[in-house]
Each structure stands twice: as C-alpha cells, then as structure tokens.
T-cell receptor, first 115, second 116 residues
C-alpha cells in the first residue's frame, strides 16, 4: 500500500459543471502528476507539478488545471465538464532527487462519471 | 510521439503456469521503464528498469529490459489466481534535468486471468 491518497473515490457530475479532485502525496515526495484513464486504456498524462508550479502538460485543454500546495498535496480542477471526461483520475507522486526520478507511486484514483 | 505497445492484450492461463508479458517502445531519449499491476483502481508498482538496472526480480516476478530491441518482458512463474489483473508498462523518456517534467507513456495493458 502506497502513501498516496485521493479523494473522493467516486463522483457523479452533470455536463457543464466543475469538479475538484484531491491528492495527498507520499511523504518525502516533491513531484505529483495527474493521469486520466479511460475504460480499457492505459493512463494518459495530464500534467505534473513540482515545487508548486506546473512543469509539464500532456495533450489536455486548459479547462484541466491544477495546484500543488507547500505540503505537496495537489488538486486537479476540471471546468465545463464533458461526457468524455468520465474516467478514472489517478495521481502519482515521486521524488526528483537531482539524479533522476524515483519510482512513481499511484493513489487509488477517483472515478468520475459525467452525466 | 512516444509509443508503448503491450502484447498480448489478454491472456488466460491456469494456476501453476508461467506467463511472459511483452512491452515494446518507440521513444526519444529513453530513461526508464516501469511495470505496474492494476487490479481495481490503483496501479501497484512492480519494477523500474533503467540503463543501470536492466534486470529485476521479486519472488515469482521478474523483468528484463532489452535496450537494443527496445522492449521489456515481465515473467510470472507458478501463477496464482491472485495474479489476475491488468499489467501496465510505462516508459519515461526525454532529456532530464532537475525540475523537468516526468511524463510516463503507458501501454494499453495486458489483461491476465489465472483460472484455478
């Protein structure tokens, strides 16, 4: 069991609404990444935060945004929800130790359903 | 564009069998390859392979990285019903410097079913 926790575990939203998902990183980790996993697919990289700044983004529109806090916890915000946003959202934490990255540990995910 | 392909897509075996899962990749500036087991939600970390660590083993599971063939295999010996899961392969690529983003590119996974 990893030290990465996510909340909530399940969520149902209506198209057009906004949602905030939360992640608490493993102790000692300074990097958090968010991934979207559609049914039957591998996770897709959304973005990464390091030292409270976004330092990398995948092929996702600006309505996907995030924050990282001084305690390395993180939020993923999605505005103007679309039906295709229905997926499992995973956060992963790892350590940038100046020599490379350590293993990436995932939280249990938030299952978002947009109706 | 970085690409990771896993095969087979699904596999059904009986307890006690040995299985080999495959992962091939096409990326620029390879850094590491990671294997995960996903049963319900959270992908559980199995192995991380790099140029300095191309072979890993833990109990009945082992993995080898072939940088020449741009591929990796995950072996599971004496399979058990508890091994039933989706196995994901992910590759980290790109020039690295402290503070740079770590983007993992995942394959679609191999669905392993172990029958009693």
């Amino acid at each position: 069991e990893t030290g990465v926790t996510q909340s909530p575990t399940h969520l149902i939203k209506t198209r057009g609404q906004q949602v905030t998902l939360r992640c608490s990183s493993q102790s000692g980790h300074n990097t958090v990444s968010w991934y979207q996993q559609a049914l039957g697919q591998g996770p897709q990289f959304i973005f990464q935060y390091y030292r409270e700044e976004e330092n990398g983004r995948g092929n996702f529109p600006p309505r996907f945004s995030g924050l990282q806090f001084p305690n390395y916890s993180s939020e993923l915000n999605v505005n103007a929800l679309e039906l295709d946003d229905s997926a499992l959202y995973l956060c992963a934490s790892s350590l940038d130790n100046s020599a490379g990255f350590t293993e990436a540990f995932f939280g249990q995910g938030t299952r978002l359903t947009v109706v | 564009e970085d690409k990771v392909v896993q095969s087979p897509l699904s596999l059904v075996v009986h307890e006690g069998d040995t299985v080999t899962l495959n992962c091939s990749y096409e990326v620029t500036n390879f850094r590491s390859l990671l294997w995960y087991k996903q049963e319900k939600k959270a992908p559980t970390f199995l192995f991380m392979l790099t140029s300095s660590g191309i072979e890993k083993k833990s109990g009945r599971l082992s993995s080898i990285l072939d940088k020449k063939e741009l591929s990796s295999i995950l072996n599971i010996t004496a399979t058990q019903t508890g091994d039933s899961a989706i196995y994901l392969c992910a590759v980290e690529a790109g020039l690295w410097s402290s503070g740079s983003a770590r983007q993992l590119t995942f394959g679609s996974g191999t669905q392993l079913t172990v029958l009693p």
